[in-house]
Nanobody, 123 residues
Framework: QVQLVESGGGLVQAGGSLRLSCAAS????????MGWFRQAPGKEREFVAV????????YYADSVKGRFTISRDNAKNTVYLQMNSLKPEDTAVYYCAADETKTTTKVDEYDYWGQGTQVTVSS
């Protein structure tokens, strides 16, 4: 088992920045690829970014490429999502997730989820 707790969400104006954090506890953090997903009201949960256990491989959704950066600090058992040039359409609840077997973009392949943190971008 691994427990995930997100933080860092909030209200920001369009063009602004936020950094989300996801702290993991429980099993060895380096066993897991870590992903960020988001869900807006009335929409399906969607992939945002993923980072491999080593940090050497990352993938991004096209909608955030060039604006968001995922990173991890294995010594602190924490994964981050730096979000720059935020847009109103980035408004959603953001979730981090852990996958033990692969670095995947597919929401249904993740084993563990956090409770989410709200990000609201005003125009």
């Amino acid at each position: 088992q691994v427990q995930l707790v997100e933080s860092g969400g909030g209200l920001v104006q369009a063009g602004g920045s936020l950094r989300l954090s996801c702290a993991a506890s429980g099993r060895t953090f380096t066993r897991y690829a870590m992903g960020w997903f988001r869900q807006a009201p009335g929409k399906e949960r969607e992939f945002v970014a993923v980072i491999s256990w080593s940090g050497r491989t990352t993938y991004y959704a096209d909608s955030v490429k060039g604006r968001f950066t995922i990173s991890r600090d294995n010594a602190k058992n924490t994964v981050y999502l730096q979000m720059n040039s935020l847009k109103p359409e980035d408004t959603a609840v953001y979730y981090c997730a852990a996958d033990e077997t692969k670095t995947t973009t597919k929401v249904d392949e993740y084993d563990y989820w956090g409770q989410g943190t709200q990000v609201t971008v005003s125009s």
